[in-house]
Protein backbone atom coordinates (compact mmCIF):
# COMPACT_ATOMS: atom_id res chain seq x y z
CA UNK A 1 0.00 0.00 0.00
CA UNK A 2 1.39 3.52 -0.85
CA UNK A 3 2.55 5.54 2.13
CA UNK A 4 -0.05 8.76 1.85
CA UNK A 5 1.79 12.49 1.93
CA UNK A 6 1.88 14.32 5.31
CA UNK A 7 0.50 17.32 2.93
CA UNK A 8 -2.64 14.88 2.48
CA UNK A 9 -2.94 13.50 6.00
CA UNK A 10 -2.71 16.93 7.87
CA UNK A 11 -5.50 17.96 5.04
CA UNK A 12 -7.90 15.19 6.05
CA UNK A 13 -7.16 16.00 9.78
CA UNK A 14 -8.23 19.87 9.28
CA UNK A 15 -11.29 18.58 6.77
CA UNK A 16 -12.13 16.10 10.21
CA UNK A 17 -11.93 18.99 12.66
CA UNK A 18 -14.22 21.09 9.94
CA UNK A 19 -16.78 18.23 10.49
CA UNK A 20 -16.13 18.29 14.30
CA UNK A 21 -14.60 14.88 14.69
CA UNK A 22 -11.43 15.94 16.38
CA UNK A 23 -11.02 11.84 17.20
CA UNK A 24 -10.34 11.27 13.43
CA UNK A 25 -8.39 14.65 13.03
CA UNK A 26 -5.58 13.31 16.01
CA UNK A 27 -5.45 9.95 14.60
CA UNK A 28 -4.35 11.47 10.94
CA UNK A 29 -2.21 13.79 12.67
CA UNK A 30 -0.41 10.95 14.19
CA UNK A 31 -0.28 9.10 10.86
CA UNK A 32 1.40 12.29 9.31
CA UNK A 33 3.87 12.62 12.68
CA UNK A 34 4.99 9.19 11.43
CA UNK A 35 5.94 9.70 8.17
CA UNK A 36 7.09 13.32 8.10
CA UNK A 37 7.87 14.06 12.08
CA UNK A 38 6.22 16.67 14.35
CA UNK A 39 6.06 20.37 12.47
CA UNK A 40 4.39 23.50 13.41
CA UNK A 41 1.67 22.75 11.59
CA UNK A 42 1.10 19.11 13.01
CA UNK A 43 1.41 20.69 16.51
CA UNK A 44 -1.32 23.36 16.10
CA UNK A 45 -3.58 21.13 14.58
CA UNK A 46 -2.99 18.77 17.42
CA UNK A 47 -3.73 21.33 20.13
CA UNK A 48 -7.14 22.24 18.48
CA UNK A 49 -8.14 18.60 17.98
CA UNK A 50 -7.04 18.11 21.82
CA UNK A 51 -8.71 21.21 22.86
CA UNK A 52 -11.98 20.08 21.51
CA UNK A 53 -11.85 16.60 23.00
CA UNK A 54 -12.02 18.83 26.53
CA UNK A 55 -7.78 17.94 27.01
CA UNK A 56 -6.96 20.81 27.63
CA UNK A 57 -3.34 19.80 29.21
CA UNK A 58 -2.67 17.73 26.34
CA UNK A 59 -3.43 21.10 24.05
CA UNK A 60 -1.22 22.99 26.51
CA UNK A 61 1.62 20.56 25.90
CA UNK A 62 1.40 20.31 22.44
CA UNK A 63 1.19 24.72 22.31
CA UNK A 64 4.30 24.01 24.18
CA UNK A 65 6.32 22.09 21.57
CA UNK A 66 5.65 24.76 19.05
CA UNK A 67 6.57 27.53 21.41
CA UNK A 68 9.77 25.83 21.83
CA UNK A 69 10.68 26.01 18.32
CA UNK A 70 8.59 29.58 18.04
CA UNK A 71 8.79 31.66 21.34
CA UNK A 72 6.92 34.72 19.56
CA UNK A 73 4.62 32.32 17.42
CA UNK A 74 1.64 35.05 17.90
CA UNK A 75 -1.72 32.20 17.51
CA UNK A 76 0.01 29.38 19.60
CA UNK A 77 0.61 32.47 22.30
CA UNK A 78 -2.89 33.21 21.30
CA UNK A 79 -4.36 29.82 22.15
CA UNK A 80 -2.05 29.09 24.87
CA UNK A 81 -3.55 32.03 26.90
CA UNK A 82 -7.02 30.65 25.88
CA UNK A 83 -6.46 27.28 27.68
CA UNK A 84 -4.95 28.56 30.59
CA UNK A 85 -7.83 30.93 31.10
CA UNK A 86 -10.01 28.00 30.58
CA UNK A 87 -8.70 25.93 32.35
CA UNK A 88 -8.81 28.50 35.37
CA UNK A 89 -5.23 29.81 35.48
CA UNK A 90 -6.07 33.70 35.02
CA UNK A 91 -3.36 35.10 36.71
CA UNK A 92 -0.86 32.50 34.22
CA UNK A 93 -3.49 33.51 31.12
CA UNK A 94 -3.16 37.31 31.66
CA UNK A 95 0.79 36.85 31.49
CA UNK A 96 0.73 35.28 28.52
CA UNK A 97 -1.85 37.73 26.68
CA UNK A 98 0.19 40.25 27.80
CA UNK A 99 2.75 39.38 25.65
CA UNK A 100 0.57 38.58 23.07
CA UNK A 101 -0.64 41.99 23.08
CA UNK A 102 3.00 43.50 22.59
CA UNK A 103 3.60 41.37 19.73
CA UNK A 104 0.35 41.23 17.99
CA UNK A 105 0.09 42.22 14.24
CA UNK A 106 -1.73 44.97 12.75
CA UNK A 107 -5.34 43.86 13.15
CA UNK A 108 -6.09 43.65 9.23
CA UNK A 109 -3.58 40.56 8.87
CA UNK A 110 -5.57 38.57 12.10
CA UNK A 111 -8.03 36.19 10.87
CA UNK A 112 -11.18 37.14 12.64
CA UNK A 113 -11.48 34.82 14.73
CA UNK A 114 -8.02 34.98 16.50
CA UNK A 115 -8.59 38.98 16.04
CA UNK A 116 -11.66 38.05 18.45
CA UNK A 117 -9.31 36.18 20.72
CA UNK A 118 -7.09 39.08 21.10
CA UNK A 119 -9.77 41.30 22.29
CA UNK A 120 -10.77 38.70 24.88
CA UNK A 121 -7.33 38.78 25.76
CA UNK A 122 -7.03 42.99 26.00
CA UNK A 123 -10.15 42.66 28.38
CA UNK A 124 -8.95 39.92 30.35
CA UNK A 125 -5.72 42.35 30.85
CA UNK A 126 -7.77 45.32 31.74
CA UNK A 127 -9.97 44.00 34.12
CA UNK A 128 -6.68 42.43 35.95
CA UNK A 129 -4.67 45.45 35.87
CA UNK A 130 -8.17 47.28 37.19
CA UNK A 131 -8.49 44.76 40.00
CA UNK A 132 -4.82 45.33 40.96
CA UNK A 133 -4.83 48.95 40.88
CA UNK A 134 -8.14 48.69 43.56
CA UNK A 135 -6.20 46.03 45.43
CA UNK A 136 -2.84 48.19 45.80
CA UNK A 137 -5.17 51.43 46.69
CA UNK A 138 -6.97 49.47 49.66
CA UNK A 139 -3.65 48.59 50.87
CA UNK A 140 -1.84 51.87 50.79
CA UNK A 141 -4.93 53.55 51.19
CA UNK A 142 -4.53 54.44 55.49
CA UNK A 143 -0.72 55.09 54.92
CA UNK A 144 -2.08 57.68 52.11
CA UNK A 145 -4.21 59.78 53.98
CA UNK A 146 -2.12 59.67 56.99
CA UNK A 147 0.17 61.98 54.42
CA UNK A 148 -3.02 63.43 52.97
CA UNK A 149 -1.07 67.25 53.01
CA UNK A 150 1.62 65.96 50.63
CA UNK A 151 1.43 65.73 47.10
CA UNK A 152 0.78 62.06 46.40
CA UNK A 153 0.12 62.83 42.33
CA UNK A 154 3.52 61.55 41.26
CA UNK A 155 2.87 58.25 43.52
CA UNK A 156 -0.58 58.04 42.56
CA UNK A 157 1.05 57.82 38.75
CA UNK A 158 3.58 55.45 39.65
CA UNK A 159 0.84 53.08 41.68
CA UNK A 160 -1.40 53.53 37.98
CA UNK A 161 1.62 52.65 35.77
CA UNK A 162 2.65 50.14 38.70
CA UNK A 163 -0.79 48.43 38.29
CA UNK A 164 -0.82 48.65 34.02
CA UNK A 165 -3.41 50.45 33.77
CA UNK A 166 -1.35 53.82 32.48
CA UNK A 167 1.57 53.84 30.35
CA UNK A 168 4.60 55.31 31.22
CA UNK A 169 5.98 58.31 29.51
CA UNK A 170 9.33 59.39 28.48
CA UNK A 171 11.09 62.01 26.46
CA UNK A 172 10.86 60.94 22.70
CA UNK A 173 12.26 64.04 21.02
CA UNK A 174 12.21 64.25 17.12
CA UNK A 175 15.90 66.16 16.77
CA UNK A 176 17.84 66.20 19.89
CA UNK A 177 17.12 64.61 23.33
CA UNK A 178 19.64 65.60 25.81
CA UNK A 179 20.67 63.34 28.84
CA UNK A 180 19.72 63.08 32.58
CA UNK A 181 17.03 65.44 31.89
CA UNK A 182 13.74 64.44 34.13
CA UNK A 183 10.65 63.77 32.31
CA UNK A 184 8.29 66.32 33.74
CA UNK A 185 4.61 66.36 32.01
CA UNK A 186 4.07 70.28 33.63
CA UNK A 187 6.53 71.97 35.05
CA UNK A 188 6.43 74.02 38.59
CA UNK A 189 5.00 77.44 38.79
CA UNK A 190 7.55 78.62 40.84
CA UNK A 191 11.04 77.58 38.55
CA UNK A 192 9.36 80.49 35.92
CA UNK A 193 8.52 83.82 38.39
CA UNK A 194 7.35 86.17 36.03
CA UNK A 195 4.42 83.53 34.36
CA UNK A 196 1.91 85.77 36.13
CA UNK A 197 3.26 89.14 34.52
CA UNK A 198 2.09 86.90 31.47
CA UNK A 199 -1.12 85.86 32.64
CA UNK A 200 -1.60 89.45 33.92
CA UNK A 201 -1.37 90.85 30.21
CA UNK A 202 -3.82 88.21 29.22
CA UNK A 203 -7.01 90.72 28.01
CA UNK A 204 -3.83 92.71 26.06
CA UNK A 205 -2.72 89.86 24.55
CA UNK A 206 -5.85 88.70 23.45
CA UNK A 207 -6.93 92.34 21.84
CA UNK A 208 -4.04 92.41 19.91
CA UNK A 209 -4.67 88.55 18.75
CA UNK A 210 -8.37 88.94 17.86
CA UNK A 211 -7.34 91.93 15.46
CA UNK A 212 -3.84 89.97 14.00
CA UNK A 213 -6.36 86.94 13.37
CA UNK A 214 -9.39 88.05 12.24
CA UNK A 215 -7.00 90.27 9.46
CA UNK A 216 -4.92 88.01 8.76
CA UNK A 217 -4.52 86.34 5.10
CA UNK A 218 -4.04 82.59 3.96
CA UNK A 219 -0.89 83.02 3.91
CA UNK A 220 0.04 84.84 7.40
CA UNK A 221 -2.69 82.03 8.91
CA UNK A 222 -1.89 79.21 7.84
CA UNK A 223 -2.57 75.50 8.29
CA UNK A 224 0.45 74.31 11.44
CA UNK A 225 0.75 70.92 9.86
CA UNK A 226 2.48 71.35 6.27
CA UNK A 227 3.79 68.16 4.89
CA UNK A 228 4.50 67.60 1.17
CA UNK A 229 3.30 65.16 -0.95
CA UNK A 230 4.69 61.41 -0.55
CA UNK A 231 5.76 61.94 3.31
CA UNK A 232 4.50 60.05 5.27
CA UNK A 233 1.42 61.31 7.05
CA UNK A 234 0.97 58.64 10.11
CA UNK A 235 -1.53 60.76 12.79
CA UNK A 236 -1.79 63.95 10.79
CA UNK A 237 -3.39 62.73 7.84
CA UNK A 238 -6.32 64.57 8.63
CA UNK A 239 -4.84 68.02 9.82
CA UNK A 240 -2.41 68.13 7.04
CA UNK A 241 -3.41 71.66 5.10
CA UNK A 242 -6.33 71.97 7.23
CA UNK A 243 -7.72 75.13 8.25
CA UNK A 244 -8.64 72.79 11.50
CA UNK A 245 -5.84 73.99 13.28
CA UNK A 246 -3.63 77.35 12.13
CA UNK A 247 -0.93 79.69 13.35
CA UNK A 248 -0.20 83.54 13.27
CA UNK A 249 3.71 83.42 14.02
CA UNK A 250 5.16 86.17 16.10
CA UNK A 251 8.14 84.39 16.04
CA UNK A 252 9.09 81.52 13.97
CA UNK A 253 12.35 79.25 14.28
CA UNK A 254 14.17 82.53 15.58
CA UNK A 255 12.96 85.02 13.20
CA UNK A 256 11.17 87.56 14.23
CA UNK A 257 8.02 88.59 12.36
CA UNK A 258 7.84 92.05 10.76
CA UNK A 259 3.94 91.17 10.72
CA UNK A 260 3.85 90.80 14.68
CA UNK A 261 5.27 94.16 14.91
CA UNK A 262 2.77 95.92 13.31
CA UNK A 263 -0.14 94.22 14.21
CA UNK A 264 1.26 93.18 18.08
CA UNK A 265 3.20 95.83 19.20
CA UNK A 266 1.95 95.61 22.86
CA UNK A 267 2.82 91.67 22.51
CA UNK A 268 5.79 91.73 20.92
CA UNK A 269 6.99 93.92 24.06
CA UNK A 270 5.54 91.93 26.59
CA UNK A 271 7.63 88.98 24.45
CA UNK A 272 10.54 90.96 24.31
CA UNK A 273 10.36 90.99 28.36
CA UNK A 274 10.12 87.04 28.80
CA UNK A 275 13.40 84.50 29.07
CA UNK A 276 12.45 82.96 25.54
CA UNK A 277 14.75 80.47 24.00
CA UNK A 278 17.29 81.81 21.95
CA UNK A 279 18.71 79.29 19.63
CA UNK A 280 19.20 81.04 15.98
CA UNK A 281 17.67 78.88 13.25
CA UNK A 282 15.60 77.31 15.83
CA UNK A 283 13.87 79.17 18.44
CA UNK A 284 12.19 81.22 19.88
CA UNK A 285 8.95 80.26 18.37
CA UNK A 286 6.02 82.22 19.40
CA UNK A 287 2.75 81.79 17.72
CA UNK A 288 -1.31 82.61 18.08
CA UNK A 289 -2.90 78.42 17.68
CA UNK A 290 -6.35 78.68 16.73
CA UNK A 291 -8.06 75.10 16.94
CA UNK A 292 -11.30 74.58 14.99
CA UNK A 293 -14.60 73.93 16.74
CA UNK A 294 -14.62 70.08 17.72
CA UNK A 295 -11.34 69.00 16.53
CA UNK A 296 -8.85 67.24 18.39
CA UNK A 297 -4.76 66.93 17.35
CA UNK A 298 -3.76 63.96 18.31
CA UNK A 299 -0.64 62.49 20.35
CA UNK A 300 2.62 63.68 19.05
CA UNK A 301 6.16 65.11 20.43
CA UNK A 302 7.96 68.29 20.33
CA UNK A 303 11.43 68.35 18.50
CA UNK A 304 14.02 68.65 22.32
CA UNK A 305 13.44 68.46 26.05
CA UNK A 306 16.01 71.32 26.30
CA UNK A 307 12.75 73.29 25.77
CA UNK A 308 9.92 74.00 27.30
CA UNK A 309 6.31 75.25 26.12
CA UNK A 310 4.30 78.01 27.55
CA UNK A 311 0.53 77.91 27.09
CA UNK A 312 -1.40 80.99 27.70
CA UNK A 313 -5.04 80.89 26.58
CA UNK A 314 -6.50 83.57 24.67
CA UNK A 315 -10.33 82.72 23.56
CA UNK A 316 -12.04 79.91 25.39
CA UNK A 317 -15.49 79.60 23.94
CA UNK A 318 -15.88 76.39 26.32
CA UNK A 319 -14.57 73.29 27.17
CA UNK A 320 -11.17 72.31 25.64
CA UNK A 321 -8.63 69.97 27.05
CA UNK A 322 -5.00 69.10 27.19
CA UNK A 323 -3.05 65.82 27.95
CA UNK A 324 0.63 65.53 28.17
CA UNK A 325 1.37 62.37 29.54
CA UNK A 326 -0.76 60.47 32.10
CA UNK A 327 -1.84 64.42 32.85
CA UNK A 328 -4.53 65.55 31.34
CA UNK A 329 -5.86 69.74 31.93
CA UNK A 330 -8.62 71.93 30.78
CA UNK A 331 -7.30 75.00 29.86
CA UNK A 332 -8.43 77.99 32.20
CA UNK A 333 -8.83 81.83 31.38
CA UNK A 334 -5.75 83.60 33.16
CA UNK A 335 -3.89 79.75 33.56
CA UNK A 336 -0.59 80.22 32.22
CA UNK A 337 1.25 76.37 32.28
CA UNK A 338 4.99 75.43 31.44
CA UNK A 339 4.97 71.76 29.54
CA UNK A 340 7.35 69.56 28.43
CA UNK A 341 6.63 69.00 24.45
CA UNK A 342 9.23 66.03 24.26
CA UNK A 343 6.48 64.12 26.16
CA UNK A 344 3.67 62.39 24.19
CA UNK A 345 0.92 64.53 24.11
CA UNK A 346 -2.59 66.03 22.69
CA UNK A 347 -5.24 68.38 22.32
CA UNK A 348 -9.01 68.87 22.15
CA UNK A 349 -11.80 71.69 21.40
CA UNK A 350 -14.81 70.62 22.52
CA UNK A 351 -16.56 73.72 22.21
CA UNK A 352 -18.63 75.14 19.98
CA UNK A 353 -15.99 77.94 18.61
CA UNK A 354 -12.86 78.12 18.09
CA UNK A 355 -10.12 78.00 20.68
CA UNK A 356 -6.79 80.44 20.51
CA UNK A 357 -3.93 79.95 22.80
CA UNK A 358 -0.45 81.88 22.70
CA UNK A 359 2.71 79.36 22.72
CA UNK A 360 6.26 80.43 23.40
CA UNK A 361 8.79 77.95 23.92
CA UNK A 362 11.92 78.86 27.18
CA UNK A 363 14.59 77.27 27.96
CA UNK A 364 14.83 74.52 30.19
CA UNK A 365 15.49 75.58 33.55
CA UNK A 366 17.74 73.05 34.14
CA UNK A 367 20.22 73.61 31.87
CA UNK A 368 22.69 75.85 32.80
CA UNK A 369 24.28 79.06 30.87
CA UNK A 370 26.92 76.87 29.53
CA UNK A 371 25.08 74.38 28.59
CA UNK A 372 22.45 76.32 26.54
CA UNK A 373 25.43 77.88 24.96
CA UNK A 374 26.88 74.81 23.62
CA UNK A 375 23.61 73.46 22.27
CA UNK A 376 22.63 76.49 20.55
CA UNK A 377 26.52 76.21 18.70
CA UNK A 378 25.74 72.84 18.46
CA UNK A 379 22.62 72.61 16.95
CA UNK A 380 23.63 75.60 14.38
CA UNK A 381 26.69 73.24 13.81
CA UNK A 382 24.00 70.67 12.90
CA UNK A 383 21.99 72.67 10.32
CA UNK A 384 25.09 73.51 8.59
CA UNK A 385 26.60 70.47 8.31
CA UNK A 386 23.62 69.03 7.13
CA UNK A 387 23.35 72.15 4.25
CA UNK A 388 26.90 71.27 3.53
CA UNK A 389 26.01 67.33 2.18
CA UNK A 390 23.45 68.46 -0.13
CA UNK A 391 24.59 68.34 -3.80
Known sequence: MQTRSVDDLLQDAERAMGARDPATALGLIAQAEDVGGASE?????????????????????????????????FIALLSKGAILSARGDQLAAVDVYRNVIKIAPPEDRIPPSAARQLATARHQ???????????????????????????????DEALDVFAGVKRPYAHEPLLLHYPRLPAIPFYDR?????????????????AEMVVAVSTASATELAPYIQYPKGVPLNQWKELNHS?????????KDGDRQAIADQRCPQTMAI????????????????????????????????????????HLPLLLPGPARFRVGNETRDWRMGEAWVFDDSINHEAWNDADQQRVILILDVWNPLLDEAERALVSRMLVAHKAFRLSQVG
Open 190 to 206: ALFPWLSDLEAATDTIA
Open 125 to 155: VAEHDRTLQAYLSDAVSDLRQAFSSADLSRF
Open 271 to 310: LDGLPLCDQPGFAPTAVFSVLQPHTHIPPHTGSTNVRLLV
Open 243 to 251: TDWTSFFLW
Open 41 to 73: RSGMLRAVALRATGDLNGALFALEEVLAAQPYH
